[in-house]
């Protein structure tokens, strides 16, 4: 076994041995074969996570060990079902002397704040039709705060602190690539649907730390209630139900391409089409490119279930 690592758990390898704090993401309770009581938890840092199993875990096991606390811990790197999964050795909870943070544990998006709402604020000075770009603007304006916090999702892609507005910029930057590729897109109507496809996740997750989903998230899903969210902003602003309203809600509805990935209508307008593929490889590049990170050359990365359960491989040759 390797001595222990002082590199972030994003980073480890089969055999490293893990010496130091984690925040718990998650706690599930299951019981084995033999009816022994045990937790799998998801133990997390800046740099990744990893998933954990506290065997014979008592009742007070279960009370103090629950999403949001800081553990200190001791374990060995082993591997399950093709991912890295740490075996505890020893564990407590945090205390006041460790001088530990749970922002200290949450991964953030690689670009400031700053520079994200600049960005933003950026592609809504380009935008010259006058009814998209007060739309826009009003929901930024709304969900400023939220939407330069949350993360995109609660696991695969953007997964991480401000990983909303750091996915909708990257979107942008491709919508802006393309439209010099294919200028007879309009590009108003693509940076509109880019921005406000996904602000209805700041009411389908319940935050940054141990991102869940909300009730009305579960029961009605971010797409619908952006859908509502654009008609009564409309009627706010005293916007008469235009062809840009409604091709605008089209955008959203239709994001996810198809009714099994979660979209009651396929893109029907060429800007939805380009929206949706533009979505699609935001996300997918993300997923790759953080986990090819975490391997050397010569390696594959762990499967990833969103991409169809493959396990990438890094050439040698990339420095």
Do not use: C
């Amino acid at each position: 076994m390797k001595n222990d690592v002082k590199k972030g758990i994003g980073h480890v390898s089969v055999g490293d041995a893990y010496d130091g704090f984690l925040l718990i993401r998650e706690a599930t309770k299951g019981l084995t074969s033999n009816g022994k009581p045990f937790l799998t938890l998801m133990l997390r840092d800046a740099s990744g996570e990893i998933e954990a199993k506290l065997w014979d875990a008592s009742k007070e096991d279960e009370s103090l060990f629950v999403p949001e606390q800081i553990v200190k811990l001791a374990g060995e790197v082993g591997q399950f079902r093709g991912k890295p999964q740490l075996k505890i050795l020893s564990v407590r909870p945090s205390q006041p002397t460790d001088d530990v943070h749970v922002s200290d544990f949450v991964e953030k998006a690689p670009i400031e704040k700053d520079r994200l709402i600049e960005k933003l604020t950026e592609a809504i000075f380009e935008m010259q039709n006058a009814t998209l770009q007060r739309i826009v603007r009003a929901f930024i304006k709304k969900y400023q705060e939220a939407l330069l916090t949350y993360p995109a999702a609660t696991r695969n892609h953007h997964e991480y602190a401000s990983g909303l507005a750091h996915h909708i910029v990257s979107m942008l930057a491709i919508a802006k690539e393309l439209h010099q590729l294919y200028p007879q897109l309009n590009k108003d109507l693509l940076y509109a649907g880019i921005i406000l496809h996904d602000i209805g996740k700041i009411k389908e997750l319940s935050g940054v730390v141990t991102t869940t989903y909300t009730l009305e998230g579960k029961l009605l899903g971010h797409i619908p209630m952006m859908i509502e969210e654009i008609g009564l902003m409309a009627e706010e602003l005293q916007v008469e139900e235009e062809e840009e309203v409604l091709i605008l809600k089209h955008l959203v509805l239709s994001h996810h391409g198809k009714a099994e990935w979660g979209s009651p209508k396929p893109p029907l307008v060429r800007e939805a089409e380009i929206l949706h593929l533009i979505d699609l490889l935001d996300a997918k590049l993300n997923m790759l490119n953080r986990s090819l990170e975490k391997v050397k050359p010569g390696e594959f990365t762990e499967r990833l279930f969103a991409m169809d359960n493959r396990a990438f491989y890094k050439p040698l040759f990339e420095d």
